[in-house]
């Protein structure tokens, strides 16, 4: 009964642990938040400080556009982009060429001599279950990072409509609730990214 209650109290805590976030954790995505709810608004921000000014006057200037034209037209551009598109595409590949030799070793460890109460019908259950849990979480969390970016935007000009007319102590709350729903945002992507990492590492683990 005694050992009954220990696995419970670490089962408790495991979930504790990886749902609840601690003090430290909660300071670092609110501030990650506000950072994120800044940068969507840098321009806007820089240019209310005065920095369109210098940019404008900078821009103007026949050496700046022959300047910038050359770095836009240059081969560094195109070598980032080229780049980032080769890694997304190597990702992509070496996803599902995982996934294949998953499936590959599933089925020979299937094709192996197992004891007399080998149920093959619990074994695909269990292992497709787990792959279908992983798509699942794979699926969830790509969508939210769709979601989060375009969600990000509306909180991010709210936020700056409330400072820009500051009203005490109004619009200080409104400010604090924007900056809470940001971190929250930052913590559920969190969440799914550990998430779906543990479903991976549980695929793997039925090799």
Known sequence: MSTSKTNDRKIDKLYRNFFIPSPYQIILYL???????????????????GGSLIIDTIA??????????????????????????????????WFVWNIFINLKNDMAADKFVHPRNYDRNNYWSGVLA???????????????????FKFLPVIADSAYSALSSFN?????????????????????FVLLLRLSANTWQSVYKDL
């Open 168 to 188: 005490f102590p109004k619009d200080l709350l409104s400010t604090a609730i924007y900056v809470s729903i940001s971190g929250l945002l930052v913590y559920v």
């Open 31 to 49: 501030l990650v938040g506000a950072l994120l709810l800044v940068l969507i608004k840098a321009r806007t921000i820089w240019e209310e400080l």
């Open 60 to 93: 103007e200037t026949p050496a700046a556009n022959s300047a910038w034209g050359k770095i836009a037209s240059g081969p560094l551009p195109q070598i980032v982009f080229w780049a980032l598109i080769g890694m997304i595409m190597y990702f992509v590949v």
């Open 130 to 148: 787990h792959k279908a849990f992983f798509a699942l979480t794979v699926v969830v969390f790509i969508s939210y990072i769709v979601m989060m």
